[in-house]
């Protein structure tokens, strides 16, 4: 029997949340992508397959959700005299990840994308690959790389290798 939907967003929602701010950079941009995935989820929740990989599956959910969401974006831009609203800090503990995740933003974006479905959404290399294009191979390479130059940016910026993720 499948668990229920509140337990799945208690399980799943950090590394959702992970997902979008790797996609869209922390903000409400991507704020709303995770509430808009949850959203979804829960409309598709009693349909779902009893087998079906949950994080996997929440993870391609704010993938397209993300992909929408850049995408109005891009279409226009909405001029306002008022200050946005403060970006969210949840699961953000300090000025340093702040950094980190300024840093994940600067990849280029297959490997920005490749970190983001692997290592943050723990999809595997051929899902992942499924949802960026290219063979299982590209993204781990994608995604090797894009941690090496994390490394790299993080470490030379004067990061502690204690630091959070």
């Excluded at 704020?31 to 009693?46: K, Q, Y």
């Excluded at 297959?110 to 590209?138: M, S």
Aim: proline share 7%; hydrophobic share 40%.
């Amino acid at each position: 029997m499948r668990a229920p939907f509140e337990q799945a967003v208690e399980r799943h929602g950090a590394t959702v949340l992970r997902v979008c701010r790797a996609v869209l950079g922390p903000g409400p941009d991507a704020d709303d992508a995770w509430s808009e995935t949850f959203l979804a989820a829960l409309r598709a929740w009693p349909g779902l397959d009893e087998d079906t990989n949950v994080q996997a599956w929440l993870v391609r959910v704010a993938h397209r959700k993300a992909i929408d969401i850049t995408r109005a974006r891009a279409r226009h831009a909405i001029p306002t005299d008022e200050l946005p609203e403060q970006a969210s800090t949840a699961d953000i503990p300090d000025a340093e990840a702040v950094e980190l995740w300024g840093a994940v933003r600067s990849l280029p974006e297959r490997q920005r994308l490749a970190v983001a479905y692997h290592y943050l959404g723990g999809l595997p290399h051929t899902e992942a690959a499924e949802l960026i294009g290219g063979t299982p191979e590209a993204v781990r390479r994608a995604a090797a790389d894009g941690v090496k130059t994390l490394r790299k940016r993080y470490h030379a910026g004067g990061a502690q290798e204690g630091a959070p993720r």
